[in-house]
């Protein structure tokens, strides 16, 4: 049976092809001193110039120039000027068939070349299979191969060929990860295996899509039914250490199959594959359940914080109310003791005729019971919420081992007295229960009179502690991803030091912490005087600081009076067009449905209209269900076929990188920026349905529950990257991850944000990465300035001054900063996770600390440019005007269902957020087009048409899109290759 092509026709002529383009030609085709020697061999000027063609093409591309082949006429002049020959000789003296043989014969011995045989594909086949276990597309296989048959200097054989010797490495590869994933796992091991996916009678879901159907609620039945699977998954005795010899991405690969596949599905392959696939299966699940449960506990907590400080303020405000009448009270009492003394008479007396001496003792008791800090304080209306902890945590502890720093013992130690408590259904603490984990803020409502904890505070006290110390990463849990050792995140320090041996390191900052604060130094001092000069003289622009404080006045809109209807005039010459129309000719233009590649074979989707329906689905917010509905083409089955198996987060981030690189190359997007700067901000969207259990109350955002979509923007309008992040989430870890996470050639050298995404930590790990952090901070004046010790502070500061940097713990933790730096650039961590962790710590670490010495030294110096530089100011409100007129068309496209996430599980609502993100990113390529092809009309009817005006335009609007009615997909109604549809005329009132 004939295996099925996995590479089209154009690959593999480009593959062979001759260099046509002047850099190609260069690099393939300069001839070395050698070279020249050899060739210098043959006497006349054409055998000379056929000779080193011949040489040339054995290199590159890897096979020998054909008799009857004519090089590109651009090669062919860059060879003869090398060797001396006319470039026209080929053509009049054509090599005699024996001489082509001599000539081949001879450089295939000199040069050491060979041709493919049995032997050779043995060799490379062997080689090849320990690579197709970390490659997994076709493309990068055959890519690999090449080149490696170049460099071994082997003739490359027919496409055919090649195919078949990445097929044959791949299925080896495969049969090594299923060895290496049961070898050991004897008969019984691998029948519960199958138990897994046994069919259960009456229709019942089978035990695997049990393991996978956990409810991520946060709730304390939802968290028992997340500890029940695990302990499942763990009596199934699969080690973890399997996982790690298997390359990472065949055991994604294999894992996503078995949480991918049906149970039936799973049934009909055969063994190792299936007890393999279903091993790795078992193991993703450990992992992902361990988190989940960990993810759980860490929601309940923050939801009984959540509710014990709303408790704890209306407890306030009552306390205010009763106290009033007792302060007016004792304020008489105090007015006539005051009075009494002044006039030499008894007090008290004095006291009883003025309020009384019984409601004078009321009012004394009970100010002193509300002005007990526990009265008015979270922690006791948290503790009061103990009996709902009880719910959960017995079922936590006794499913977890808690590992940690040393810091921590003595909260381990508490941990394993609960467990046991738990246990022996004791309710009474032994006298050497740990105390010392207790913060100052905890110890009044813990520890009792007598000395003693109370059990319930201290419970509470070690439930709370265990989050925190989670969330900083100085607990950890083996086999968890999210909760893991926080130096199991950064490179390994050998790896590091072999790094900074070789040098220089990938960072922005000097790696001699003297030289670096030296130039701080140098730059601060340089940036305080001018400041305080232009402040002096009053010439700051556009802002005053003096003895009255610092005000800086708002940024003004810059565009033309005429832009709104120049604008208008461009968008009424825009096509209407179907959201489907849109999609089928920006994938013309792009092959955007090329990147969703199936997850086993990593060939694209043979049904482009049901995967561009797919993802239509996703971005607008519709469904599966109802889409399969609203469109006349494929049904619901293959519709969620083609999205379990080609529609996965790695493919809508390649697919979104063709669309920015689509976009960056157009003259138009030139107009609004040049590609260095970009912004981000997060829009928030309601949880509906069943989504709103997993949804988190952000109340900036009202009562309701919901996500956040964080996205990135280009200064040229590209929509470069997208996540979800909890509403309640501070924005400012994920700033730097769309930064270094994003598949385009786009590189930033600055980045704006508002206030939530700023901290002193961001500040200095994008110093460290050498990218300027410059946001929008809507309270500039409150925050503190710092410079070095001893250094000379203008007097224009003094209002403004919050410390010296912390110089020497920062020359001690500076090789920890640069490998959080490295650790960060390279991609080994996200920004975002090691951020977490480090605005976590309540004690904060040598590297927390030293972060933020970098960062209140880089925002200082952001302040004063700041101050100084109204251009700076305006390209960072321009670039966030940008981001949230992006929000706009968002908002427009994900209209379904209310514009409300329904999803409970996040990777579906990650699909949601990056189909969202791939329907406006082909928006704005579609209306980038057009309007370029708008404005040349324009011109061309003789309105003004200038670079001030253009810039203006932003490529944003929707009215022209259909984007609700059926769905269809006319593919034979596109426009020819190359060619646009019509503009539009322009409508008028006088027209018949």
């Not at 050991?184 to 138990?195: H, K, M, Q, T």
Request: charge should be positive; proline fraction near 5%.
């Amino acid at each position: 049976m004939a295996r099925r092509r996995l590479l089209g026709d154009a690959f593999w002529a480009g593959v062979f092809a001759l260099p046509t383009e002047e850099l190609e030609v260069v690099r393939h085709c300069t001839l070395t001193p050698d070279d020249l020697a050899l060739v210098a061999a043959k006497r006349s000027p054409h055998g000379r110039l056929a000779y080193a063609l011949l040489l040339l093409t054995l290199r590159h591309p890897g096979r020998a120039l054909e008799a009857a082949e004519v090089p590109p006429a651009l090669m062919t002049a860059y060879v003869a000027r090398q060797v001396d020959a006319d470039p026209t000789a080929l053509e009049v003296h054509r090599l005699r068939p024996q001489s082509r043989r001599e000539y081949l014969a001879e450089l295939m011995r000199q040069g050491g070349f060979r041709s493919f045989g049995r032997t050779e594909a043995r060799a490379i086949v062997a080689w090849l299979t320990a690579i197709a276990g970390s490659r997994r597309t076709p493309a990068e296989l055959a890519t690999t191969l090449i080149e490696e048959l170049r460099r071994r200097r082997i003739l490359l054989p027919t496409p055919g060929v090649l195919e078949g010797l990445i097929h044959e490495a791949r299925a080896r590869a495969e049969r090594v990860a299923h060895r290496a994933l049961t070898d050991g796992l004897d008969v019984a091991r691998l029948a519960e295996l199958d138990g897994l996916i046994a069919a259960a009678p009456g229709g019942s879901p089978s035990r695997l899509a049990w393991l996978r159907g956990a409810s991520v609620s946060p709730a304390a039945a939802n968290l028992h039914g997340l500890v029940e699977r695990l302990r499942a998954v763990r009596a199934l005795g699969i080690e973890r250490s399997r996982e790690a010899a298997v390359p990472p991405i065949a055991f994604d690969a294999l894992a996503g199959e078995g949480l991918r596949m049906t149970a039936q599905h799973l049934r009909d392959l055969a063994q190792p594959r299936r007890g393999a696939t279903l091993a790795a299966a078992v193991l993703r699940l450990e992992a992902e359940l361990t988190d989940a449960a960990l993810l759980m506990f860490d929601k309940l907590m923050g939801t009984l914080s959540r509710r014990a400080e709303q408790g704890a303020t209306e407890g306030a405000a009552g306390a205010l109310r009763d106290a009033q009448a007792h302060l007016r009270l004792l304020a008489r009492a105090g007015r006539a003791v005051i009075a009494a003394r002044e006039g030499g008479t008894d007090a008290a007396d004095a006291v009883e005729q003025a309020v009384g001496w019984a409601p004078f003792l009321r009012a004394v008791a009970e100010a002193e019971d509300l002005a007990r800090p526990e009265a008015i304080d979270m922690r006791a209306e948290l503790v009061g919420r103990w009996p709902t902890m009880r719910r959960f945590a017995p079922a936590l502890l006794e499913t977890f081992d808690f590992e940690g720093a040393t810091g921590t013992a003595g909260l381990r130690k508490a941990l394993a007295v609960l467990r046991e408590m738990d246990a022996a259904g004791r309710r009474t603490l032994p006298d050497d229960a740990p105390t010392g984990f207790i913060r100052r803020a905890w110890r009044p409502f813990v520890i009792g009179g007598a000395g003693k904890p109370d059990r319930r505070a201290w419970e509470v006290c070690v439930l709370s502690e265990l989050r925190d110390r989670l969330r900083a990463g100085d607990v950890w849990v083996r086999g968890s991803r999210r909760y893991r050792n926080f130096e199991d995140l950064l490179l390994p320090r050998p790896t590091f030091a072999a790094l900074r041996a070789e040098g220089p390191l990938a960072v922005g900052v000097a790696e001699d912490i003297e030289a670096h604060l030296a130039s701080r130094q140098e730059a601060l001092e340089a940036a305080m005087a001018e400041v305080a000069a232009l402040a002096g003289a009053g010439r700051l622009p556009d802002a005053t600081l003096d003895e009255d404080g610092l005000h800086i006045t708002p940024i003004r809109a810059e565009a033309p009076p005429e832009v709104k209807r120049f604008a208008a005039d461009a968008y009424a010459l825009l096509p209407r067009i179907r959201i489907t129309d849109l999609l089928l000719e920006v994938d013309g233009w792009t092959g955007l449905s090329e990147c969703f590649t199936h997850a086993r074979s990593g060939r694209p989707a043979p049904d482009r209209a049901a995967l561009l329906t797919a993802v239509l689905a996703d971005g607008i917010n519709l469904g599966l269900t109802r889409m399969a509905e609203s469109c006349r083409g494929p049904a619901l089955r293959q519709l969620a076929w083609t999205h379990d198996w080609h529609v996965r987060e790695e493919c809508y981030a390649a697919a979104l990188a063709r669309l920015i690189e689509a976009h960056r190359a157009l003259p138009l997007a030139a107009a609004w920026g040049d590609g260095t700067t970009s912004s981000s901000d997060g829009q928030f969207f309601r949880a509906g349905g069943r989504g709103e259990a997993v949804g988190d109350v952000n109340a900036r955002h009202g009562n309701e529950p919901g996500v956040a979509f964080y996205t990135h923007v280009s200064d040229q309008f590209g929509p470069f990257h997208t996540k979800v992040i909890a509403a309640t989430a501070s924005e400012a870890p994920h700033v730097l991850d769309g930064l270094l996470r994003h598949g385009t050639g786009l590189r930033f050298a600055e980045h704006y944000t508002d206030t939530g995404g700023a901290t002193d930590q961001v500040f200095g790990l994008f110093a460290l990465l050498g990218i300027r952090f410059a946001p929008r901070l809507r309270d500039l004046k409150d925050r503190r300035l710092y410079t070095f010790r001893g250094m000379a502070v203008p007097e224009a500061f003094s209002g403004m001054m919050g410390g010296t940097v912390d110089i020497e713990h920062l020359r001690a933790h500076w090789d920890e900063a640069l490998r959080l730096a490295v650790s960060v650039g390279s991609g080994h961590v996200a920004a975002s996770d090691v951020l977490r962790r480090l605005a976590a710590y309540p004690r904060q670490n040598g590297l927390a600390v030293a972060l933020r010495e970098v960062g209140r030294l880089e925002r200082t110096l952001f302040t004063l440019d700041w101050l100084r530089s109204s251009d700076l100011r305006r390209r960072a409100n321009a670039g966030l005007n940008k981001g949230e007129a992006r929000n706009a068309l968002a908002r427009a496209v994900f209209f379904h269902r209310l514009g409300e996430l329904r999803d409970r599980s996040f990777e579906n609502q990650a699909y949601r957020a990056s189909g969202l993100n791939l329907l406006v990113a082909a928006i704005i390529l579609w209306n980038t087009r057009y309007l370029q092809a708008s404005f040349d009309a324009l011109r061309a009817r003789g309105q003004a048409v200038t670079p001030d005006l253009v810039r203006h335009v932003a490529p944003l609007g929707w009215e022209h899109v259909g984007l609700t009615g059926d769905y269809v997909w006319a593919a034979e109604a596109q426009p020819t290759a190359g060619s646009l549809r019509p503009l539009r005329d322009r409508p008028s009132i006088l027209a018949a």
